[in-house]
């Protein structure tokens, strides 16, 4: 495909990364620039008490590939993640993490297998062959394997369907089934709901935050597990038992 043809929309859901943002951007750029694609930043931002708000005007001065949206009534990442699609002009979609864990050089590596039609969706991958995770604790990589292990009835064979750094297509995203995900898995809720069939994963080294504290509490895993019953509800009712069921129900109902 011709390298000026392709475009792509970053979306980068945030809370408290003002020091972070600065350092982010000019590596997206670059990551792009070396390919000469068409691209554009949309940064999502929950109403950070930092300083976040004056980071952002400050650098769409500097980058007019780069917008913003604060959200004041609205939370949490994976709904952030969907009102950065709304905003979204661009052919393909990448989400990543503003505090550097996701490797910004790596990024136009994740589109290139949607450019090739070799995949459906995208994932920068921490569990495949030359993919790794910096320094974790011994709780910390627990906690990602329990997590990881809870979600593979939903998504097959896919190693890091937890991952928060992905690509899909436009029109990939706007075919998928009603979309309520809540927490912060909003790629586990696209690979489920979008109903991908060719899901390739890129590896990636993640790296820790240097700046910052990380929004993975207590709460937001409880988050997790609800989400993963709302998955589970809706792959039920795609089931083809339950079709025969209300089939049934509704024969005798004489509807």
Known sequence: MNSCRVSVSVIVPTYGEAENLPRLVPLIAQAFHARGWKW???VIDDNSPDSTPQVLETLV??????????????RGLSSAVLAGFALASHEYLLVMD???????????????????????F????????????????????????LATLLCRPFCGGVKD????????????????????????????ELLVKCRVSRVVETPIVFRNRTHGTSKLTLREQFRYLEHLRRLFAYQFSRSAMFRRIMFYRRRRCGI
Request: aromatic share 10%; charged share 25%.
């Open 40 to 42: 554009e930043i949309i």
């Open 61 to 74: 001065r500097q980058w007019p590939q780069m917008r913003y949206l604060i959200r004041k009534e609205q």
């Open 98 to 120: 503003a505090d550097l864990s996701h490797p910004p050089e790596a990024a136009p590596g994740l589109i290139d297998p949607l450019l090739a039609g070799t995949a459906d």
């Open 122 to 145: 995208v994932i920068g991958s921490r569990y495949v062959a030359g993919g790794r995770t910096e320094k974790w604790s011994v709780f910390r990589r627990l906690n990602s394997a």
């Open 161 to 188: 369907p937890m991952a928060g750094f992905f690509a899909l297509a436009r029109q990939t995203w706007r075919n998928a089934d009603e979309l309520n995900p809540v927490g912060y898995k909003i790629g586990l």
